[in-house]
T-cell receptor, first 107, second 119 residues
Framework: EDQVTQSPEALRLQEGESSSLNCSYT??????LFWYRQDPGKGPEFLFT???AGEEKEKERLKATLTKKESFLHITAPKPEDSATYLC????????FGTGTKLQVIP | NAGVTQTPKFRILKIGQSMTLQCAQD?????MYWYRQDPGMGLRLIYY???????DKGEVPNGYNVSRLNKREFSLRLESAAPSQTSVYFC??????????????????FGDGTRLSIL
């Protein structure tokens, strides 16, 4: 059975303090690894898709990377507006979602 | 461009009542999905529709039914509400149209959810 595990569950950062969120997966034949951002009271918003180990994608202060066992979402010099829950998801026959990392960036 | 629209946004039901959650997308996507999101459990797939006229069970289908009315609309029905169905329900759509597989290698686009409480 496919498994997607995110860590940490929650992360509190000072504004400007860079860090990384982890998504480890056990998926046979991964077809794609997705990152989403979810704000309170809203649906997940698509950020990135990664298809193969070594691939990287960037958007503003966010950079997603992929290895054969895990994916990282690097946040460089975060701002308070980056506060949200970040979800990763992946699979082969179906998509499995992780439970998310709740990020809080303090001014 | 509205994307994925869900109605209603909030609802309180009594045990045993029925209701239908509506979802419509304007992105001309073939595949549509219904999820529920509960604290600490992540998003769990209830039903999906790979294309107009087809529906299939996901991970947690018991107590629910769905209808793919046309390419745009996918509804979720609770026939007899139970407290265990208190949750936030999300509809999503994606471009992929694999008739035999749930998985898509295209990202899913979500609505803003329906918050349902059953008392």
């Amino acid at each position: 059975e496919d498994q997607v595990t995110q860590s940490p569950e929650a992360l509190r950062l000072q504004e400007g303090e860079s860090s990384s969120l982890n998504c480890s997966y056990t998926v046979s034949g991964l077809r794609g690894l997705f990152w989403y951002r979810q704000d309170p009271g809203k649906g997940p918003e698509f950020l990135f898709t990664l298809y193969s180990a070594g691939e990287e994608k960037e958007k503003e202060r966010l950079k997603a990377t992929l290895t054969k066992k895990e994916s990282f979402l690097h946040i460089t010099a975060p701002k308070p507006e980056d506060s949200a829950t970040y979800l990763c998801a992946g699979g082969s026959q179906k998509v499995t979602f992780g439970t998310g990392t709740k990020l809080q960036v303090i001014p | 461009n509205a994307g994925v629209t869900q109605t209603p946004k909030f609802r309180i039901l009594k045990i045993g009542q029925s209701m239908t959650l509506q979802c419509a997308q304007d992105m001309n996507h073939n595949s549509m999905y219904w999820y529920r999101q509960d604290p600490g459990m992540g998003l769990r797939l209830i039903y999906y529709s790979a294309s107009e006229g087809t529906t299939d069970k996901g991970e947690v289908p018991n107590g629910y039914n769905v209808s793919r009315l046309n390419k745009r609309e996918f509804s979720l029905r609770l026939e007899s509400a139970a407290p265990s169905q208190t949750s936030v329900y999300f509809c999503a759509s994606s471009e992929d149209s694999r008739a035999l597989m749930v998985y898509s290698n295209q990202p899913q686009h979500f609505g803003d959810g329906t918050r349902l409480s059953i008392l």
